[in-house]
């Protein structure tokens, strides 16, 4: 029955997109849709898990955004993901925002992915690579952390690009939580302050701090600090190179127990072998720092990942990627957990043009 | 007496202290930022002393592919006016650009957002409907107006405007550049015309049939402006590249139209272009699209004869004849 | 005659304190004796743990066997920690096993799934800091005699995602138990250690390993 319901919800959702798209795209609003397709196929050699071996849409994502009125513009994503089988459509984005009201300033109010780090900001058919580093699965989940709040961010009067961003955020859910939640202790909240600089040859780099912190409804404090930077060299619109990484640590204060705290980061150096294709390499760390065995003593432990990533672009609105992940899981008194999936990926954008963001 | 003499003393500086001010709110200068540099010396040329122009790209980007770069944001966000060439010629990256800035006068209608393509006549609308099927089509038309003088003139049009909105005080100051800007470009056509002349010549004795073939058609204005005509362009649709076949396909029919020049931009694949040019036989010539204010040729003028020169030259075979 | 006065206080005080210090060691030595015991530790396979509860149970290498409880000395990992949990297991009529995941050092607080035999069936039930979801019969599983069984604590998600399954099609579908189909108890486990506890069973296998499920 469950499913049923989310079946018919999920088909209520692609109708009233496509009468929207249908109805409004040329009465003058302005309301821009566009579709995102990522498909993801698997096959997993060390066969330590074949439950996903398979070629799947991993997400179709629908996209409404436009002018509101001489105010306000509004954004509402609608993403439908395999759940058990099922394709089920869920509201990932639905805000309205300005630009238009506090110099310097813009905001937004709704559900949006949180304004923080560098992969969360962005939807995963947009990522340089086909799945999640393990830190921002699990700092932040398979896509993103999303939630319901406000968002604010002032451009600094300054002879260089400085950024602030703050955000606070109902914080009942954070993660991959598939009920309602509970009321936190404190919300969720955020801030990032990012700059930007040009570099020589047509290059560019945006590095930035981020923090974010939560008090669940148990009394479990949670903490991330974390920077990121993106540099990226473009000539003659060939991505040449580039160069993303992320590192964060986060603190988990229970209110029951000792704390955790953990690590990862990730570097991405991607270069470009002809006009239309990349090659690159996804280096992935996390540790445990305080995991430590039953009777207190430390118990080192890392997992490793590389992920060498082809990309080839028939153009800007179709990309085709294969990669094969290496992980291997090292813990203390434990055999190492060796894994290798081949994967390759197709994703497509249709409708409004996709913004070329830095 | 000794108090009001210190007050009175005062008055002087004060009133010195209020005309400077005043002077430097009614001197302050419109900030002009816009995407190409070619709108940026437009806006310079219309606004004169009035403005002060800064352009996002350097001139040697390829204008389809830019990145919403954060230090577009920081430039925008102080402008008090931002031009783009339009036709969707920035739909890739400005649109961001704007939202991000914060800057209320410059958002899609506000006082200070301008689209110069706005008074083009433009060229190579589409009369029937379009879908990314057949490449990478501009809906709007062809948006690369910046390459014809008088068509750059028509495009001034909205700058004046944009800067009257904002700066009414000077509407006069900016018809008058305006009037100054089209003389200009009339008189530069001119010069440039009798460059081409010979290519112009060469044509028509041919009966009207094009001798040049384009990379991207993005040299439509210019070529329309002096008159020259295109075979078409290397890529098969508009925005892909050239697969090897076609590649074949397209030098063989340039050479058998007896085709004497190939014309790109100097954002395009050089081996694409030099395997053209083995296969075909005929001359490519690259040049840029836009005013490079740190590159070789800084001024409108310059470029504009850089292109008719390069273009004779290459027409031009040993004996001197085209 | 001050320092005569202040040396006999001394030499008072400090017997005083001798008395005391001895009179609470010989009041607290009993309780010094148990605390200073080890705690009973095994192996079960190539895992170390320790005993949490003796109760009656008859430790081996290869099995655990009656009623106590034990906690492996490995953690799990992270508290948001995925794995699987292999489980080879008998039960007597009426016995049962709780296997308690992502929990702390004495196994509360974390993820239970206890099984539980009613003459040829087999249920499980979920369970989160005393907090119950209904008990489901494991469909094809007679608990008349021993059975495997994989079990996956998804402990990044909220509430945990649980699927169990006897076979080696690790699909959702496929799962004997699956809490988001079946019935979810709120809850999340808060801890990073894992244990069984037994009551009239016996264990001979208990690996932990990768998620056999995972979710995009």
């Given at each position: 029955m469950k499913y049923l319901f989310l079946y018919l919800r999920s088909l209520m959702f692609v109708a009233l997109l496509g009468g929207a798209s249908t109805t409004f795209a040329d009465d003058g609003s302005g309301l821009k849709t566009s579709v995102a397709l990522d498909l993801v196929g698997s096959f997993n050699r060390t066969k330590l898990n074949t439950a996903n071996d398979r070629f799947d849409v991993r997400e179709a994502e629908f996209l409404l955004y436009g002018p509101i009125d001489h105010l306000f513009d509004g954004m509402l994503n609608v993403a439908a993901h395999n759940e058990g089988g099922v394709s089920l459509f869920e509201v990932h984005e639905a805000y309205i925002g300005s630009s238009k009201l506090i110099p310097r300033s813009r905001f937004r109010l709704g559900q949006f992915f949180l304004g923080i780090g560098r992969l969360n900001r962005f939807h995963r058919h947009d990522w340089p690579f086909i799945s999640a580093p393990k830190e921002h699965l699990e700092f932040f989940g398979a896509e993103a952390a999303t939630d319901t709040g406000g968002e604010y961010s002032y451009l600094m009067p300054l002879p260089f690009f400085l950024e602030l961003t703050a955000g606070v955020t109902n914080g009942w859910t954070y993660g991959h939580v598939h009920n309602v939640g509970q009321r936190p202790r404190v919300p969720t909240h955020y801030g990032r302050a990012t700059t930007y600089v040009d570099l020589p040859a047509n290059g560019g780099a945006q590095t930035s701090l981020n923090f974010l912190s939560r008090t669940s409804a148990q009394g479990d404090a949670m903490t991330l600090v974390g920077a990121d930077l993106t540099a990226k060299w473009r000539e003659a619109g060939v991505l040449n190179f580039l160069l993303q990484t992320e590192a964060w640590q986060r603190t988990i204060k229970p209110l029951i127990g000792s704390s955790e705290r953990s690590f990862g980061m990730y570097v991405f150096p991607q270069f470009a072998v002809a006009d239309q294709t990349q090659f690159g390499l996804l280096m992935d760390y996390f540790t445990v720092l305080t995991l430590k065995n039953i009777v207190g003593a430390p118990i080192a432990n890392v997992e490793n990942r590389l992920v060498p990533t082809l990309t080839y672009k028939t153009s800007e609105f179709v990309t085709l990627r294969l990669a094969y992940d290496w992980s291997v899981a090292k813990q203390a008194n434990i055999a190492d957990r060796n894994n290798q999936v081949f994967q390759m990926q197709a994703t497509v954008n249709l409708g409004a043009h996709p913004s070329h963001d830095f | 007496m000794t108090s009001n003499t210190k007050i009175t003393g005062f008055i002087p500086y004060f009133i010195a202290l209020l005309i400077t001010s005043l002077s430097?709110?009614?001197?302050?200068?419109?900030?002009?930022?816009?995407?190409?540099?070619?709108?940026?010396?437009?806006?310079?040329?219309?606004?004169?002393?009035?403005?002060?122009?800064?352009?996002?790209?350097r001139g040697n980007e390829?204008?389809?592919?830019?990145?919403?770069?954060?230090?577009?944001?920081?430039?925008?966000?102080?402008?008090?006016?931002?031009?783009?060439?339009?036709?969707?010629?920035?739909?890739?990256?400005?649109?961001?650009?704007?939202t991000r800035s914060g800057n209320a006068k410059i958002q899609p209608g506000g006082p200070g957002y301008c689209e110069a393509g706005k008074f083009v006549q433009v060229l190579e609308k589409p009369t029937a409907a379009v879908d990314r099927s057949m490449g990478d089509v501009h809906p709007a038309g062809n948006p690369h107006f910046f390459l014809s003088p008088k068509a750059l003139a028509d495009g001034a049009k909205e700058i004046a405007a944009a800067l009257t909105r904002v700066d009414p005080a000077h509407t006069s100051d900016y018809k008058k550049g305006l009037t100054n800007f089209a003389a200009k470009m009339d008189a530069l056509d001119k010069e440039v015309v009798k460059l081409l002349n010979p290519l112009k010549s060469a044509q028509d004795k041919a009966g009207g049939k094009p001798l040049l073939i384009e990379y991207?058609?993005?040299?439509?204005?210019?070529?329309?402006?002096?008159?020259?005509t295109s075979f078409g362009s290397i890529e098969e649709k508009?925005?892909?590249?050239?697969?090897?076949?076609?590649?074949?396909?397209?030098?063989?029919?340039?050479?058998?139209?007896?085709?004497?020049?190939?014309?790109?931009?100097?954002?395009?694949?050089?081996k694409t272009l030099e395997r053209f040019s083995e296969l075909s036989g005929i001359k490519v010539v690259v040049v840029p699209t836009m005013i490079q204010p740190s590159g070789s040729y800084k001024t409108y003028a310059e470029l504009q004869k850089h292109i008719a020169n390069s273009l004779v030259s290459a027409a031009t075979d040993r004996s001197g004849k085209i | 005659?001050?320092?005569?006065?202040?040396?006999?206080?001394?030499?008072?005080?400090?017997?005083?304190?001798?008395?005391?210090?001895?009179?609470?060691?010989?009041?607290?030595?009993?309780?010094?004796?148990?605390?200073?015991?080890?705690?009973?530790?095994?192996?079960?396979?190539?895992?170390?743990?320790?005993?949490?509860?003796?109760?009656?149970?008859?430790?081996?290498?290869?099995?655990?066997?009656?009623?106590?409880?034990?906690?492996?000395?490995?953690?799990?990992?992270?508290?948001?920690?995925?794995?699987?949990?292999?489980?080879n297991a008998s039960l007597d009529d009426g016995g049962s096993i709780k296997l308690s995941v992502n929990a702390d050092e004495t196994l509360k607080h974390g993820a239970e799934i206890t099984l539980t035999r009613t003459g040829s069936l087999l249920s499980a039930k979920l369970s989160f800091d005393g907090a119950s979801a209904?008990?489901?019969?494991?469909?094809?599983?007679?608990?008349?005699?021993?059975?495997?069984?994989?079990?996956?604590?998804?402990?990044?998600?909220?509430?945990?995602?649980?699927?169990?399954?006897?076979?080696?099609?690790?699909?959702?579908?496929?799962?004997?138990?699956?809490?988001?189909?079946?019935?979810?108890?709120?809850?999340?486990?808060?801890?990073?250690?894992?244990?069984?506890?037994?009551?009239?069973?016996?264990?001979?296998?208990?690996?932990?390993?990768?998620?056999?499920?995972?979710?995009?």
């Open positions: - | 430097a709110t009614a001197f302050a200068k419109v900030k002009v930022v816009t995407t190409i540099p070619d709108l940026a010396w437009v806006a310079a040329e219309v606004g004169g002393d009035y403005v002060e122009s800064k352009a996002l790209l390829n204008p389809h592919f830019v990145d919403a770069v954060p230090e577009f944001t920081r430039l925008t966000a102080d402008a008090d006016v931002v031009c783009m060439a339009g036709l969707d010629l920035e739909v890739g990256y400005m649109p961001a650009v704007l991207h058609r993005e040299f439509s204005y210019f070529l329309n402006e002096y008159g020259l508009p925005g892909v590249p050239p697969s090897a076949g076609r590649l074949g396909e397209i030098a063989a029919a340039s050479k058998a139209a007896g085709i004497r020049v190939a014309l790109a931009a100097d954002y395009y694949p050089k | 005659m001050k320092l005569v006065d202040k040396s006999r206080v001394h030499s008072l005080i400090a017997a005083v304190w001798s008395i005391a210090a001895l009179t609470l060691s010989a009041c607290s030595g009993a309780d010094t004796k148990s605390s200073d015991a080890a705690t009973p530790e095994g192996q079960l396979g190539s895992a170390g743990y320790v005993v949490l509860d003796t109760g009656d149970l008859q430790r081996t290498t290869t099995q655990l066997k009656g009623t106590g409880s034990i906690a492996f000395k490995d953690p799990i990992g992270e508290i948001g920690a995925s794995k699987s949990y292999l489980l209904a008990a489901k019969t494991l469909a094809g599983i007679s608990a008349a005699s021993a059975f495997s069984l994989t079990i996956d604590v998804h402990n990044d998600e909220n509430p945990t995602h649980i699927l169990i399954w006897s076979g080696s099609d690790f699909t959702p579908t496929k799962a004997l138990l699956e809490s988001e189909r079946d019935g979810v108890t709120p809850g999340q486990g808060r801890g990073s250690y894992w244990g069984l506890v037994l009551n009239k069973a016996t264990v001979t296998g208990a690996v932990l390993g990768l998620p056999k499920f995972t979710e995009e």
